[in-house]
T-cell receptor, first 109, second 114 residues
């Protein structure tokens, strides 16, 4: 079973700050998903990556397969970034993800 | 709207009753996943389909849970003899292809068992 740990669990920031959320997992994987969940439940996929780094707007995701670690960075954070961020690594041919508990981010204006 | 839809969005039922939830995936997506999410936790995988074939069902929480995708399009998740511990958000997601493609999530069905 893949154990997924996210840190921090809760994060409060001021608008404009650089944010980093970390994800570590215990089992070698094929790919990893970063997801965003807003209050009320809606989940949006941010990134799916299997190596290196991806960037989309102010969001950057990196992964180190050998170290079993991924990070999500938010540059110039904004109150609308307030949400829960969840990492979900997937291994094996079935690509069934295991989800972290999420990191709750609040960005104050 | 061409996203994933789920129906109903909310369901309140009494313990012991059966409930059925529906998920309509994005039309060209051949993979469909069901997850359960309880408060403060990440989603938990239940089962998934590749077209109409259910490829993994060992993680359904008990034999009271079953899922179908009869024609490879929409899917249903049924819970028989509901218990208070079944109260949760039930999420559906779909993806394109047989590898690890990006998953698109529906809004979820929130179940409350009284």
């Amino acid at each position: 079973k893949n154990e997924v740990e996210q840190s921090p669990q809760n994060l409060t920031a001021q608008e404009g700050e650089f944010i980093t959320i970390n994800c570590s997992y215990s089992v070698g994987i094929s790919a990893l998903h970063w997801l965003q969940q807003h209050p009320g439940g809606g989940i949006v996929s941010l990134f799916m990556l299997s190596s290196g780094k991806k960037k989309h707007g102010r969001l950057i995701a990196t992964i180190n397969i050998q170290e079993k670690h991924s990070s999500l960075h938010i540059t110039a954070s904004h109150p609308r970034d307030s949400a829960v961020y969840i990492c979900a690594p997937a291994s094996g041919g079935s690509y069934i993800p295991t989800f972290g508990r999420g990191t709750s981010l609040i960005v104050h204006p | 709207d061409t996203g994933v839809s789920q129906d109903p969005r909310h369901k309140i039922t009494k313990r012991g009753q059966n409930v059925t939830f529906r998920c309509d995936p994005i039309s060209e997506h051949n993979r469909l996943y069901w997850y359960r999410q309880t408060l403060g936790q990440g989603p938990e995988f239940l089962t998934y389909f590749q077209n109409e074939a259910q490829l993994e069902k060992s993680r359904l929480l008990s034999d009271r849970f079953s899922a179908e995708r009869p024609k490879g399009s929409f899917s249903t998740l049924e819970i028989q003899r509901t218990e208070q511990g079944d109260s949760a958000m039930y999420l559906c997601a779909s993806s394109l292809g047989t590898g690890f493609y990006e998953q698109y999530f529906g809004p979820g069905t929130r179940l409350t068992v009284t």
